[in-house]
């Protein structure tokens, strides 16, 4: 029997017993057939049931509901989607400015339904800090940012410039240089809300059935090993999972994160480093780096992790003593009072990346197949974003969701971009780890010389580029 409670700190933390729903027997006609009860497809579920009560609606799972990346993710549940930047940027401003007041109201739409829907799961909407902390080449890549966000027509109350006295007030760095805050972002405690949504959903009459692997899929058609569903639409919302579906593992890839969590602190060590409003907080080098203050005081901390060769999934997720060491090595530069405070708990997940680091929301009326995912590490938020956007091309209903340049109304999946074959993804992936690795490890000495510096930044640069 699997132990759920050791995916997670989250899963860890839950205060109900965790039993599995009955698995999917014999065959069932429905309106929706949903694979997958995280994020995306319960908020599918969820919208859809809103919009037409009278639905049959039936979400199938492998395993249990946040046994995926809902319920192992960091907790930022960001107004935001990945490479938004890019794909608003070339709109005209009225509907560039549309696009990002959608963006930006995530977290209080995802605020507004817990709280009708009585789902406690610690939100606390505090913003993110941005930080230039590590070394001094962070300044004015950050402020670069800031003026790439202003040129977007963005103003300080979407992004505003802290400087290092005032960054302090938020979140005591060391030896911060400044950073951007912006107040569209919540944190979260994920497994509660993944757990709280499929209670919601099946409140409403959707029928959940866990310990449901998919083992083939096609229009119309979704069957398990214990059973089929038929359906008029079906929603394969699997994100990192997607290798398991052809044909979704040519156009969205597993990629891993891998998080820490500390003890609780002490109110004095919080009080030394902040975050007392529930921000979210970033370190602005290549290593994506990540963190929260969760409820109970500890420090939730994570960092980029790997690709495996082939897009295959990582299933251990016993972080290795490196692994491990890199995070507590990340953070204890932070805050060096932390560098010696117990690790509780390590773990990570799976993520979809797509190509181009685009995500896609995409309905094909012909094959009746509705579909969202891509979300490169930011789906806290974008899913909710993704379910919306789903029950509208589902209903065939015309809103704002569907005018933003990340909605196919009419396509199909073999239309979004491909990643290249084996081993070229591998070895580019690698390639441009490496080198984000190489430019952290140069810049965070200060006795390095400036030659050096200038020529580790200038790789890792050219090799962010050549990812997108």
């Known amino acids: 029997m699997t132990d759920w409670r050791s995916i997670s700190l989250w899963m860890d933390q839950l205060d109900e017993r965790i039993t599995p729903r009955p698995a999917l027997g014999g065959s069932l006609s429905v309106d929706v057939a949903i694979i997958g009860a995280g994020y995306t497809g319960l908020w599918t579920a969820y919208y859809l049931k809103l919009q037409d009560p009278a639905l049959r609606i039936a979400i199938v799972e492998a395993e249990i509901a946040g046994f995926g990346a809902s319920g192992r993710n960091g907790g930022w549940l960001m107004g935001n989607i990945l490479g938004e930047d ?7 401003a009225e509907q560039r400015k549309a696009g990002y007041d959608l ?12 709280a009708r829907e009585g789902i406690d799961c610690d939100y606390r909407k505090g913003g993110v800090l941005y930080c230039a902390a590590r070394y001094p080449e962070q300044l004015p890549r950050v402020q670069a940012q800031l003026q790439a966000l202003r040129h977007e027509g963005l103003g300080d ?18 030896n911060a240089y ?7 972002c919540a944190t979260i405690q994920p497994a509660k809300l993944v757990r709280g949504l499929a209670a919601c959903v099946e409140r409403l009459g959707v029928q959940i059935f866990e310990g449901s692997k998919v083992i083939d899929w096609q229009p119309g058609r979704v069957r398990t090993a214990g059973g089929e ?3 008029e639409w079906v929603v394969p919302a699997v994100e990192g999972y997607a290798g398991s579906l052809p044909p979704l593992n040519r156009h969205q890839l597993p990629v891993q994160s891998l998080i820490v969590a500390t003890e609780p602190l002490s109110e004095e060590l919080w009080a030394g480093i902040g975050l007392r409003d529930g921000q979210a907080f970033s370190e602005s080098s290549r290593q994506v780096t990540y963190g929260q203050r969760s409820l109970d005081n500890r420090l939730v901390f994570g960092a980029r992790g790997g690709y495996r060769f082939g897009g295959r999934l990582r299933t251990d997720f016993n972080l290795t003593d490196d692994e491990r060491g890199l995070r507590r090595y990340l953070f204890g530069e932070l805050f060096p009072q932390l560098k010696d405070v117990r690790i509780t708990h390590a773990w990570g997940g799976n993520l979809g990346m797509g190509r181009r680091f685009q995500p896609h929301m995409l309905r094909d ?18 899913a909710n974003l993704g379910g919306r956007t789903l029950a509208d091309l589902i209903l065939g209903r015309d809103s704002a969701l569907l005018a933003q340049p990340w909605v196919k109304r009419e396509g199909r999946i073999d239309q979004l ?24 490890q140069v810049l965070a000495d200060p006795d390095t010389p400036s030659w050096h510096r200038r020529l580790a ?11 997108r």
């Not at 890019?86 to 005209?92: A, I, K, N, T």
């Not at 109350?157 to 005591?172: I, V």
């Not at 400044?178 to 569209?184: E, N, S």
């Not at 012909?366 to 938020?381: C, M």
Request: net charge positive.
């Open 229 to 231: 569903l038929r359906a």
């Open 178 to 184: 400044g950073g951007l805050f912006t107040p569209h």
């Open 103 to 114: 963006l930006h109201a995530i977290p209080d739409e995802v605020g507004r339904v817990i």
């Open 157 to 174: 109350q979407d992004y505003r410039w802290l400087g290092a006295d005032e960054l302090a007030k938020q979140l005591n760095m060391h």
């Open 365 to 382: 009326s012909k094959r009746r197949i509705a579909l969202s995912g891509g979300y490169g590490g930011e789906g806290v938020g974008a």
């Open 417 to 440: 971009a491909r990643w290249e074959p084996e081993p070229l993804r591998w070895l580019g992936y690698n390639a441009i780890v490496r080198s984000f690795v190489h430019e952290d």
């Open 457 to 467: 930044q200038w790789l890792a640069g050219f090799m962010e580029r050549f990812m």
């Open 86 to 92: 890019r794909l608003l940027g070339g709109l005209p």
